[in-house]
């Protein structure tokens, strides 16, 4: 996500206005949140199940509850990064926090590459109401530890250690993970809202485990990039 062409400005914009440094910080959280809703496969499938059985506002119920529950994860990754954005932006460190973040995105890649496929659309959930699947949701998805440090590693990737996050600008990353987060839910869930009954199930499992080879290339692609500057500095 990060080259070394680019540090420059990036430095700048990081000192810069602060509604300069507002909007770069909004919409790198906006492209970590949508980056790493695509490539949870699995909240993909769920969000598609629950719409397809139970209808939109199950559906939407589902979108939010995931949302929220990675909105946990965003907020103390961002907290993390924040907090130790001194010690993470020295440059005897970079290189190990860049080493460390780039080894968790190739975990993750080789995580979604060996993913085992869906095989059915079909709800295990035979009633429920969309408060219920909301609470399930946000409860599953905030079990899931592995989001804290796949969200640093984003926040690494981006660079957010040159922008020595503050209680004033943290909250615009925060913000725009959350966006971008809440708008891939959503946008399954219309896409499931729209085409769920139209579309054959083989044929929208078929698009849906695409998404694991699609993810798992991204990681890849953003581990590179964060390697990058280190490789084109030695």
Not at 123 to 129: G, V
Request: a positive charge; charged letters at 10%; hydrophobic letters at 55%.
């Amino acid at each position: 996500m990060m080259c070394s062409s680019g540090r420059d400005w990036e430095l700048q914009a990081a000192h810069g206005p602060l509604k300069l440094v507002a909007v770069v910080l909004f919409f790198k959280g906006f492209v970590m949140g949508l980056i790493f809703s695509v490539i949870m496969v699995a909240g993909t499938v769920w969000c598609v199940q629950v719409t397809r059985r139970h209808g939109a506002r199950c559906g939407y119920g589902a979108a939010l509850g995931i949302s929220a529950g990675l909105g946990v994860w965003i907020l103390l990754a961002v907290a993390f990064v924040a907090a130790t954005s001194w010690f993470l932006s020295d440059p005897l460190v970079i290189p190990a926090t860049r080493g460390v973040a780039a080894i968790t995105l190739l975990y993750l890649s080789f995580k979604l590459f060996r993913a085992r496929p869906a095989r059915t659309l079909e709800c295990s959930l035979e009633e429920a109401s969309s408060k219920r699947i909301l609470l399930n949701t946000f409860a599953v998805a905030l079990a899931l530890p592995m989001s804290f440090l796949g969200y640093v590693a984003l926040c690494v990737a981006a660079g957010l250690s040159y922008h020595r996050l503050s209680f004033f600008t943290a909250p615009y990353v925060v913000a725009g993970a959350l966006v971008g987060t809440l708008s891939w839910w959503c946008y399954i869930v219309g896409l499931a809202t729209i085409y769920g009954e139209r579309v054959p199930e083989p044929i929208a499992l078929k698009s849906i485990n695409k998404l694991n080879r699609l993810g798992g290339m991204l990681c890849l692609f953003i581990a590179a990039m964060t390697l990058a500057p280190l490789l084109v500095r030695g």
